[in-house]
C-alpha cells in the first residue's frame, strides 16, 4: 500500500466515524468513578489504544497528540505488549485534557464497541468489550447509544473491512472469546444489530431474542445507581 492509500483511508475512516456514541458527554458520567476524574477510556491505567500501524503513521505525521506506549517492566506491561494484535502498535495519547477530536484514533471512536461475527462468519452487528463493563458508563445504558453513531460505526468498519479483510477474521475470533465467556458465565450477549434493533444473543446455540436497550442489565456502581430513587445525584 503506497503512504497516499493509507491517508486517504485514514481520512475517509476518521470522516466517516465522527458522531459520538451518546448525545451526552459520556466521560463526565463515568470519569467520577475514576481517580483523578478522567474518562476511563483516556486513562491509560484501564486502556492502551491499540492503532493500525498505517494509522500510527497517519497519525505522527500530523498530530503531536500520540506517542508510541512502552510497557512498564511488569507482568501486566509485558502481558499486554506481547498481546498487542499483529500489525497494530499500543499508542498513548497526552491526555484526556488535551485530545484533539480529528485525530482520535479508530480505537477512541469506536469505544466500547466492537464489531460482532456469528460463529458462520457474518458480520451481526455491534457488542462491547466485556472487560469494561465494571466501568464504562455506556455499557449500562445502551439505549443512550444514538442511531447515527451505530449507522456510522458499521459504514466505518464496512471500510476498514474493505482495506483490510483480514480484520474480519480478527473481529470473528474477538466474538467467539465473547460467547465462551458469556456461555461459562451463562449471560446472554447484547448485540446492536444491523438491521437497527437490539437483541440479546444465546452464547451458546445464537438464537436471537429483540429487546428493548434499557432492559438490558447495568452493572458495577451503575447497577448500583438504577436502584436508588435519584440516581442522578451520583452519576453526574
Ligand atoms: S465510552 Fe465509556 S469509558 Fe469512555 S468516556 Fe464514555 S462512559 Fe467513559
Ligand atoms: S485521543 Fe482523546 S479520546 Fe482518545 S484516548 Fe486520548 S483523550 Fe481519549
Not at 65 to 70: D, P, S, V
Not at 92 to 121: I, T, V
Not at 158 to 181: K, N, T
Request: hydrophobic share 35%; with cysteine.
Amino acid at each position: 500500500m503506497t503512504h497516499n492509500q493509507t491517508n486517504t483511508e485514514f481520512a475517509k475512516l476518521y470522516a466517516a466515524l465522527e458522531a459520538p456514541v451518546t448525545a451526552l458527554d459520556c466521560g463526565k458520567k463515568c470519569a467520577p468513578y475514576n481517580e483523578y476524574g478522567v474518562p476511563f477510556c483516556c486513562d491509560i491505567r484501564h486502556t492502551v489504544p491499540a492503532l493500525y500501524r498505517q494509522e500510527w503513521e497517519y497519525l505522527r505525521l500530523r498530530t503531536d497528540l500520540w506517542r508510541l506506549w512502552e510497557a512498564p517492566p511488569t507482568a501486566e506491561g509485558r502481558e499486554l505488549a506481547a498481546g498487542t494484535p499483529p500489525g497494530m502498535v499500543l499508542a498513548a495519547c497526552r491526555g484526556h485534557q488535551h485530545c484533539q477530536r480529528a485525530y482520535r484514533s479508530l480505537a477512541c471512536r469506536a469505544f466500547p464497541f466492537f464489531p460482532y461475527f456469528d460463529s458462520r462468519g457474518e458480520w451481526l452487528g455491534m457488542s462491547y468489550y466485556w472487560d469494561y463493563e465494571d466501568r464504562c458508563w455506556v455499557i449500562s445504558h445502551l439505549e443512550a447509544v444514538t442511531p447515527q453513531f451505530a449507522e456510522q460505526f458499521f459504514a466505518a468498519f464496512e471500510q476498514l473491512f474493505d482495506a483490510y479483510p483480514q480484520e474480519r477474521e480478527i473481529y470473528a475470533y474477538h466474538s467467539q472469546q465473547m460467547r465462551a465467556a458469556f456461555a461459562q458465565r451463562r449471560r446472554a450477549i447484547p448485540l446492536r444489530h444491523r438491521n437497527g434493533q437490539w437483541y440479546k444473543i444465546s452464547p451458546r446455540n445464537e438464537r436471537k431474542r429483540k429487546v428493548a436497550p434499557a432492559s438490558l442489565p447495568a452493572h458495577g456502581v451503575y447497577h448500583l445507581a438504577k436502584t436508588l430513587p435519584f440516581p442522578d445525584e451520583i452519576t453526574t
